[in-house]
């Protein structure tokens, strides 16, 4: 009796253990829902590299060199960190908490961690590739993306950050699917991840609004001088024009200058929210940035302006240039898609393919020996040139 008891307690016992375990009161607390506190542990989890280890996996990332066995043990040792930025970025909120009130001192070293972090998950998609881990290859190209829409609206910085990545992501994409077997589901669910992140646009918009936010915070007499040194090089020590305006500067050239500012940048982002055609588009922000020069000849307004105003053609230029390589890659899956499917390429592209931004037409598809190219139609006009993206196919 007492033998039987003491089996009924210990079941009666073990049953209870499982249950609580398995409550929902007992469950693991949430995870963050912030991107950023992730990546931010991942720069602190994966494993610091000498100069000869960082230069080894930029020049993979890039396809310079193939792998070797001292880059595997390295990535393999990093596995913890790149596992936290696989997380990261599907979460679809990311704030980075920058303390904008420190002005053009901000601190933005994150953004270092971020390029070090891509070139090592892109090293890796090219080791998975060599290895014939195409799927998983395809998908570190596709957390690099990811990642990029995460860290490109906040500053103008951190915009011109995401798209150094994506060209890396870019060129590891175009290898892989050159070293890819036409499989059609992997091929397919390439193509709705990259139509999901095509969905939101990298822009400069956003960054241009925060830019504007902290420059007029900062645009005060009392910080003239230091604004001046940080800006242009310390102008307010020599003896020229506008070194003397600074010297002599009072409330009503500050607010002059902030007056100034301002409508250039709504004038610059009104440009920017109407923008259809990209030539006529680029034509009304040079002629806006022309007026500038100008002005700053003739108005004393305009001094700081010309100093802390970017330089619209080529952030434009960027945007447009990141979003049509990426439609590029998108017009290429659906080629990709016909060869799975048919065995052939196609003689032509298939309809309703994304489009060259630069003329707002579709690509200009051409077969090669290897595989096909596309090129824009329109000519990207502040690097004076027509861009094509050379796609390869495996035998």
């Known amino acids: 009796m007492k033998t039987t008891t003491k089996k009924l307690t210990t079941a009666t016992y073990v049953t209870l253990m499982l249950l609580m375990l398995t409550s929902p009161a007992l469950a693991y607390p949430p995870d963050p829902d912030n991107a950023a506190l992730l990546y931010y542990q991942s720069y602190i989890a994966y494993e610091k590299a000498d100069d000869t280890m960082q230069e080894m996996v930029a020049d993979l990332a890039m396809g310079k060199i193939e792998p070797n066995e001292r880059i595997k ?3 393999e040792n990093c596995r ?11 979460i679809p909120h990311c704030n980075w908490g920058l303390k904008y009130s420190d002005g053009l001192s901000m601190q933005m070293a994150h953004l270092g961690q971020v390029r070090k972090l891509n070139y090592l998950i892109i090293a890796e998609a090219r080791i998975l ?3 014939g881990a195409n799927r998983q290859a395809i998908d570190r190209h596709l957390t690099v993306r990811k990642m990029s829409r995460h860290i490109g609206d906040e500053t103008i910085i951190s915009f011109l950050v995401s798209v150094a990545i994506n060209r890396l992501a870019d060129s590891c994409i175009r290898d892989i699917l050159a070293d890819t077997p036409q499989d059609l589901e992997i091929l397919t669910g390439l193509k709705n991840e990259l139509a999901l992140i095509a969905s939101r646009p990298l822009s400069i918009k956003s960054a241009l609004k925060t830019e504007k936010e902290v420059f007029l915070e900062t645009m005060r007499l009392e910080n003239l001088k230091e604004l001046a040194e940080m800006l242009v090089g310390g102008i307010i020590e020599s003896d020229d024009k506008e070194a003397e305006l600074l010297r002599t500067a009072d409330e009503s050239f500050v607010e002059k200058n902030r007056d100034y500012y301002s409508n250039y940048m709504d004038s610059f982002q009104g440009i920017l929210s109407k923008a259809i055609v990209y030539e006529t588009t680029y034509a009304k922000l040079k002629a806006l940035s022309d007026k500038l020069q100008k002005d700053v000849a003739e108005n004393p ?3 700081l302006t010309v100093a802390m105003a970017p330089a619209l053609c080529k952030l434009y230029g960027h945007e447009v240039r990141n979003e049509t390589a990426l439609n590029a890659v998108r017009a290429a899956v659906e080629v990709y898609i016909v060869k799975a499917k048919t065995g052939q390429l196609p003689e032509k592209l298939p309809a309703g393919l994304p489009k060259d931004l630069f003329s707002g037409k579709d690509f200009k598809y051409e077969k090669t020996k290897d595989g096909f190219v596309l090129r824009c139609r329109g000519k990207d006009l502040e690097k004076d040139e027509i861009h094509q993206y050379e796609f390869k196919v495996k035998k």
Do not use: C, P, R
Request: aromatic content about 4%; proline content about 0%; cysteine-free.
């Open 73 to 75: 043990k390295y990535i």
């Open 80 to 90: 913890g960190a790149i596992n936290l930025a696989l997380s990261a970025a599907e």
């Open 129 to 131: 590739a060599a290895d």
């Open 301 to 303: 307004a305009a001094t």
